[in-house]
């Protein structure tokens, strides 16, 4: 079992990376002293995979769960389902000691963490990511959120759990399109933060795409160990944590204008970082030759690079940027990079730019 | 002006006790160094008296203010209207150094300062609150939320304003039975914390019947300084700060039970916190001269003593209790007083004990 800290004082925790935690989900929770009382929140795919596993391990270990299950997808990522999911927790009079297991994806772990944050003003939870997605990302930090028709993650808190597991099992389920979509934020840590991580993914794709524990392993817990350093550094988010947004300002929008389903969270940061490079190019002098790598690193991912929108998509997509949580003084604001392994936070650039860029990126054939 | 520091660190804030402050809103919301765009939050009836005032005001200070209006009454408190105002707040695009001021009594408050904590994951927010009951409790404080239908505030956040602004002019517009109402929290700081405050509220009744500011801003201010150090020393209600709950288990109950709006609030609470002394004297041996004193205040005050409950009624009372956010294991704990200026949080009393006072005081004609 891998081990990483998330230091945050009072609130610090740990992620384990291994295979087989789901069954053991119910000993990790004995060790947080928690009440006994608690709901898994999980969406009906992953319910029906692993959902017995998760409730047997903790009744197991003592304590009283029941099951709360909600449509897979992004749509339920809406005050309905969070509505929905309160009235069911106190109808089974979760108590403040009580806490809330999210066993799914980023929809799950976003929904989860934002009632558990406010139910009752803010009970426990603990994070079982099922996604590589939510495993390097999501899962760890204490976002929570839930969408808007207005955009995405509009509405939310922070709220950190209390022990996150990441079991590497849970990933030979996934859907091919969905595992590479997480490769995305894989690849993001290696040029915001790591470019040894970056030449370790060139390097190994193959095990990876064929998802090899013993290669994915180390790679979720070195994404998960920057992750973690950064949310230490800036829990909420005053400066330094915007770098882990790299490619989402864009990658966002995409997600918006072109509405929710068309394209996974991953493809659409995946161009939105191909975006953002290239943003770095002409703002940040980021080198010509590691654009390029960077966009075959995403190419032989199986990731898209590029995207065909109408006129009218590319202007409502500017739009949609606008309405970024990163904007301050109705200017948006953007990570860019100044080479591969070094990001920065907070860049204007000139709307002439972005428009170059975007109808460079967004009017080619994918 | 009367001015309570509410001391709580980096997130410290004042509490401003004068008339006609609305009219200020703008200078005063100035020295916040808070971004130009804000919405006020106001409920129909409210916003016919001072909407106009506010808005003009933070125009004035060079603010870009909207109104957001929901229904008056505790109807209001619930996620479809929370929904309502996020999206209103993402049409006019706050961001994330954008604020809200809550302009209204309690349901206004409690509302707007849940939205404040979860619009972009938390922005700031400004409580003028506009009855004595907000002034004295809701607006300080930093505990918002909304109902569900299995109990009140069961969803929420803990966020605490930047300002709370007590303009003593709102009152003058009050019901009569709303001020009165409000009456009961006031009682309530005199029975907890202050045997001095208590013995004035006593003497003075006649003047803060009549609403004399002169009376009135002493009283309040003591209030909200009563209220600031007990916040000021258990943020997120760790143990202490649960003695501000004192006659609201049952109080909260009654108003379950009963339909939300039979009884106003504070009425609830008044019938609550005779139940809390009745208990008192079996468990604390809280004197029996002093209780018949805090019955007779809150009788002076026109405030409910007893109600009329059936048989089926004051069973589902029981029940409504174990929904209290403060019960641990199953078991209701209460907050008791040993006397008029001295309680204790955490107390658990026999269901038996329980049930005999419930029996002599909601069988009662009130």
Known sequence: VRTVAVPLGQ??????????????????????????????????????RFAKSALTSLKR????PFLITVPAGEKSKSLVTVQHCHDKLAAHRLERGSFIVALGGGVVGDLAGFVAATHLRGIAYVQVPTTLLAQVDSSVGG??????????????????????????????????????????EVIKYGIIRDATLFRQLERNLPGILARDPKVLGPIIARCCAIKAKI??????????????????????ALETVSGY????????????????????????????????????????????????????????????MQQDKKVRGGRVRFVLARRIGSALPGQEVADSLIHRVLEAILSRKP
Chains 1, 2 share one sequence.
């Open 261 to 320: 389903g068309r394209y996974l969270h991953g493809e659409a940061i995946s161009i939105g970082q191909v975006a953002a490079v290239r943003l770095s190019e002409a703002a940040l002098g980021f080198p010509a030759a590691q654009a390029q790598r960077t966009t075959e690193l995403f190419q032989r991912a199986g990731l898209p690079v590029a995207a065909q929108l109408n006129l009218a998509a590319r202007r409502s997509l500017f739009n949609a």
């Open 11 to 48: 609130r610090s925790y740990r992620i384990k990376i291994a295979p087989n935690l789901v069954a053991r989900l119910g000993e990790e929770c004995r060790r947080l002293k928690l009440g006994p009382r608690c709901a898994v929140l999980s969406d009906t795919h992953v319910a029906r």
């Open 231 to 252: 949310v230490g550094r800036d829990e909420r988010e005053g400066g330094l944590r915007a770098v882990l947004n790299f490619g989402h300002t864009i990658g966002h």
């Open 61 to 64: 270990a003592g304590f009283e």
């Open 143 to 184: 976002k929570t959120g839930v969408n808007l028709k207005a955009g995405k993650n509009l509405v939310g808190a922070f709220h950190q759990p209390c022990l996150v597991l990441c079991d590497l099992d849970t990933l030979m389920m996934l859907p091919e399109r969905e595992y590479r979509s997480g490769l995305a």
